[in-house]
């Protein structure tokens, strides 16, 4: 199980942050589709997310996940 940290809207919905289990080598889309599933509640939003491993961004590289990594879920936000 590896800890993800939520923030925003899915913070207060779902939790700060949830264990879900992710193999070691995952692209960003397949964490993604996961942790939607796992939240199928949630799917669209999740789905939509910025994921960051360790404080940096990834892209749409393959991310090598352990369990002491901070791995976060940013939904999109707006404002003015």
Partial sequence: ??????????AEAIA??????LPTEIKKEDLLAIV???YPNYAAEIETCS??????FV???TISLTKTDEVALIP???GG
């Fill in 16 to 21: 700060p942050e949830i264990s879900v289990a």
């Fill in 59 to 61: 892209q749409d590289e």
């Fill in 51 to 56: 994921v960051a491993v360790n404080q940096n």
């Fill in 36 to 38: 939607a599933k796992t």
């Fill in 76 to 78: 999109p936000v707006s």
């Fill in 1 to 10: 199980m590896i800890p993800i940290k939520l923030f925003a809207y899915l």
